[in-house]
């Protein structure tokens, strides 16, 4: 297949820029709606790496309308029925942000990011061998790496700036700051959210390990799923027919780049190291991989 252009940043003139993110970049369009444009930047440890991964904002995008649309069931989310040609008069914006600008409804974002974890990894795994516990959570005696909890558990964390750290939080501390009708909506949403999503991948064959959702309100209250969904960048995909417990699993997602920068002689603080282009390769191609297996 042909990759498309890389693309580090939006850089639109025609619309007043709200919010540069890890990866996004974010326009104001009116009272009402906002573009949002999904770029190939990729951020590991939290920081900014100065090189593209090609075509991995497509990806992105892609996979987070497909899960939108399924998943608009159980929860409104923030797509509206704008389209790029009806916010942007210059022909060559529109053809340069072709399948990474997607015109959303504007919600009052949460100040927390609401993390699902179905399986024992990562740093939940590091806290797990430390002190039985995931996030203040008790869990099973015995439990290995990478294997499935009893049931999904509900870590949430705050939303770190650019460049600084999220922190994992209670839910006591959720509730202090949503109010415990909310907290539980959202903690209740999340953990629906995050079965229905893993019982379909399962099915094409990718263990959805764990995830991270996001959510907003609206003038009513009324809360939406916002941000990106069940994506290579929010989520740990493994190839369910190479899962082993007592192991790490390959990941489709960027976790060829944080392997490659553990072996770099980096403090994992700005600015990022320069990755090879091999590297870049690889990853991008895990990420055109999991679209295809959930998408197809």
């Not at 075509?55 to 929860?75: A, H, R, T, Y």
């Not at 790029?84 to 340069?96: A, G, I, K, P």
């Not at 806290?127 to 015995?142: A, R």
């Not at 995050?194 to 764990?210: F, G, P, V």
Request: hydrophobic residues 40%; aromatic residues 8%; charged residues 25%.
């Amino acid at each position: 297949m042909t990759i498309p252009a890389s693309l580090l940043d939006a850089n639109l003139k025609s619309l007043p820029l709200l919010h540069k993110g890890k990866v996004r970049d974010i326009y104001d369009i009116d009272d009402k709606h906002m573009l949002i444009v999904t770029t190939d930047r990729l951020s590991a440890f939290d920081v900014i790496l100065p090189d593209p991964i090609p075509g991995k904002g497509i990806v992105l995008n892609e996979v987070s309308e497909f899960w939108f649309n399924k998943l608009s069931g159980l929860i409104p989310n923030q797509l509206s029925t704008l389209t790029l040609s009806q916010v942007l008069d210059n022909e060559e914006d529109c053809e340069r942000l072709e399948k990474r600008g997607i015109i959303v409804k504007k919600l009052k974002p949460l100040p927390i990011e609401a993390i699902v974890r179905g399986y024992l990894i990562g740093s939940g795994w590091k806290d797990y061998q430390k002190t039985g516990h995931v996030c203040g959570i008790q869990l099973p005696n015995n439990l290995l790496q990478a294997s499935q909890l009893p049931e999904a558990i509900f870590t949430p964390s705050t939303k770190a700036a650019v460049g600084d750290h999220d922190e994992n939080i209670s839910f006591e501390q959720t509730i202090k700051l949503l109010g415990e009708d909310l907290a539980k909506q959202v903690r209740d949403i999340s953990l629906t959210l995050y079965k229905k999503a893993a019982e379909y991948a399962l099915e094409r064959d990718i263990i959805i390990a764990d995830t991270k959702f996001e959510f907003g309100l609206d003038n009513n209250g009324v809360l939406h799923l916002i941000d990106e969904v069940l994506t290579p960048d929010s989520s740990r995909f493994w190839d369910a027919n190479e899962y082993l417990v007592g192991t790490s699993p390959a990941s489709f997602d960027k976790q060829i780049v944080r392997d490659y920068l553990e072996t770099l002689d980096w403090d994992k603080t700005a600015p990022g190291p320069t990755l090879s282009e091999e590297v870049a390769e690889k990853t991008a191609a895990k990420y055109r991989e999991v679209q295809s297996k959930l998408t197809a």
